[in-house]
């Protein structure tokens, strides 16, 4: 009785650390936001800008990175590849494999503990210091330690309820498990030891194929994709240049990747899009947009698809904006008697030009990835973003002027009407002029436009009496949320590309394909062709993260603008986020919409895969659709 006591406030304890810490962590957030925005605005106003801003947000970054990650854990916050997994006949099945899953989640944070905290020690005794402020860089270096060995405390009772769920059963069967659940780890974490012992050489390259493979079989067992990258990058970079290495950059790049100044842009962008999400804008701009289509065949779900890019450009969250979409406009649907298909297909396809217009993370990401200019990957989303919207309004006024009974036509406001509307929307023309104009005229980085459009979302909802402090309190916690899950990915992407760099596998895949007498649209539409097959299995952020360090040189080799490319990509990724099993976006819906079927919903978002695909064949024939804007910056 006294052991089961203990470990319930053990348990109790765990948690409240994690919600401790992750509470100065988002006070880290609130911080950056306020001190870019500071910056900003001393710098335009009175010359006068803060000495080490920049510094003081890297700093403040692996505070919130590190203090987030075990409070990501326990809102299931860190993203896996479970489809294949939850098709596994019988619960024991999924059990054992979440038990071996689980301990070598385990392994990998506890080598991650290990060396960040060797690295921050050695930062302290060699007196490493930010330049402008000189301030000790170590005990920022240890958040990241002391977050790694929370979240160890949160995996380890994860682990106990599976184990406890494995013991409900045969006895013998559960041990055999656990033993080999327990081998199997000990043996992929003993790779790098015994390497040196291995009768034969395998090549780098080779190595690297085995990476992949490796790769793959662990994505499918339902670990978080973030490990599984981490994992095998440690194991093959052990493997290929010994073990020393390989444990220097399990403690060095956590630290490197957090402490980035430029990656500060993107917790900013989600805490703008989540003020925005909390101030209620979205139901203003769906009445808006509808004042003016909703007479048309279809003309609500028009307004739904316009409303949608309208807060695609404040959000850049297509997860978001089909969530907040579907809670707004699905209830006028069926008052109107809509086709559930059409209605759910609509929000469901709408939603994902989340990810499109700027500002969007998945953007930001591919352009920090492959080194290309933020501002002009965002400048290209832009008409490609208005197109989109406007391939889905032809879709839809097409499927209900052939059938009427789709969708039946609404009330036709007069000129006074749609004029008023307007004046809902002042807020989102603002913020969008603020960050995206700042931009492309060069008056902000990428990460003062994040900052300055965070604090104007803040003003914004409090000026609308719409922000209380539980809405605040659950703005900072999602944005902290995100943000330990993007940068976790991340870290784990960094720790995988270093040791595919070692394999040279990118660079002779580029080579080969370079040297094929094949013409480059034809590798390029075996590339989009992998990109709808991975799409329809895998989430938007894993899409990225773990195939652009691969596929990009291939298409720097074959001569495609990698600004043009970075757009393709971005819509491949959208189609992915409504093609099943997977459909991110799909799901979403159906836990708005929990009395259509599924399968009704998949029905629904059909047509609008096909305006996709006519979308995609046009940015492939003139892209000079992408590509207009940002050439005017250059």
Not at 355 to 375: A, F, H, M, N, R
């Amino acid at each position: 009785m006294w052991l089961k006591k203990a470990v319930h406030i053990s348990d109790r304890g765990s948690y409240s650390v994690a919600w401790g810490i992750n509470i100065v962590g988002v006070a880290s957030l609130t911080f950056m936001m306020l001190l870019t925005a500071a910056d900003v605005c001393l710098r335009y106003i009175f010359n006068r800008p803060i000495t080490g801003a920049y510094e003081l947000n890297e700093l403040m970054m692996c505070a919130l990175v590190g203090f987030g990650l075990a409070y990501t854990a326990i809102h299931k916050g860190h993203i896996n590849v479970d489809f294949l997994i939850a098709k596994l006949g019988g619960s024991r099945t999924q059990g054992v494999i979440s038990v071996i899953t689980s301990l070598l989640s385990l392994g990998f944070f506890l080598v991650i503990t290990w060396r960040s905290i060797l690295y921050s020690e050695k930062l302290r005794t060699g007196g490493y210091e930010s330049e402008a402020l000189t301030i000790p860089i170590y005990p920022f270096a240890y958040a990241i330690a002391f977050g790694s060995a929370v979240l160890i405390l949160v995996l380890l009772i994860s682990l106990r309820e599976d184990l406890k769920g494995l013991t409900e059963g045969s006895r013998r069967s559960v041990l055999v498990f656990q033993f080999s659940g327990i081998v199997l780890s000990f043996l992929l974490f003993m790779i790098p030891v015994f390497g040196g012992w291995i009768p034969w050489h395998i090549e780098p390259l080779t190595a690297g194929l085995l990476g992949i493979g490796l790769l793959i079989v662990l994505l499918f067992s339902g670990m978080p994709i973030a490990v599984v990258m981490g994992l095998v990058g440690f194991l093959g970079m052990a493997y290929v240049n010994g073990l020393e290495p390989g444990l220097n950059i399990m403690g060095s790049t956590p630290h490197s990747i957090t402490s980035t100044y430029s990656l500060s842009v993107i917790p900013l962008f989600v805490l703008m899009g989540a003020f925005c999400f909390h101030s209620g804008l979205s139901k203003e701009l769906y009445y808006a947009v509808y004042r003016w289509v909703g007479h048309l065949p279809g003309g609500l779900a028009m307004a739904t698809v316009g409303a949608c890019a309208s807060f695609a450009a404040v959000s850049g969250s297509s997860v978001a904006t089909a969530a907040t979409m579907g809670m707004v406009s699905l209830p006028e649907m069926r008052r109107y008697k809509y086709d559930f298909r059409l209605a759910t297909g609509c929000i469901a396809a709408g939603g994902s030009i989340g990810i499109l217009i700027p500002p969007s993370v998945i953007l930001v990401l591919y352009g920090i990835l492959t080194e290309q200019s933020i501002g002009e990957l965002f400048a290209a989303g832009f008409i490609p973003g208005v197109l989109e919207a406007l391939f889905y309004m032809v879709t839809i006024y097409i499927l209900c002027k052939r059938n009427p009974h789709l969708g039946p036509k609404g009330e036709r406001a007069n000129f006074r009407e749609r004029m008023v509307s307007l004046r809902a929307t002042w807020g989102v023309v603002a913020l969008f002029l603020l960050v995206i104009g700042g931009i492309y005229l060069g008056i902000f980085t990428p990460t003062e436009a994040a900052g300055m459009g965070a604090f104007g979302a803040l003003l914004f909802s409090l000026g609308r009496m719409r922000l209380s402090w539980k809405t605040f309190t659950a703005s900072l916690n999602e944005t902290s949320r995100t943000t330990a899950m993007v940068f976790l990915i991340l870290i784990g992407a960094a720790l995988l590309g270093r040791f595919l760099a070692v394999t040279r596998l990118p660079f002779e895949l580029s080579s080969y394909v370079a040297g094929a007498a094949v013409n480059r649209y034809v590798v390029l539409g075996f590339i989009i062709f992998f990109y709808l097959i991975l799409g329809a299995i895998m989430s938007s952020l894993a899409m990225i993260v773990l195939t652009v360090p691969i596929i990009f040189p291939v298409v720097q080799t074959l001569g495609f603008d990698p600004i043009w490319f970075g757009i393709i990509i971005v819509r491949m990724v959208e189609i992915g986020q409504i093609t099943p099993p997977v459909g991110i976006n799909v799901f979403i819906l159906k836990g708005v919409a929990k009395d259509v079927p599924l399968e009704d919903i998949y029905r629904g978002v059909f047509p609008f895969i096909v305006a996709d695909l006519c979308h995609v064949a046009l940015l492939i024939a003139v892209p000079q659709v992408v590509t207009f804007l940002p050439s005017l910056m250059r």
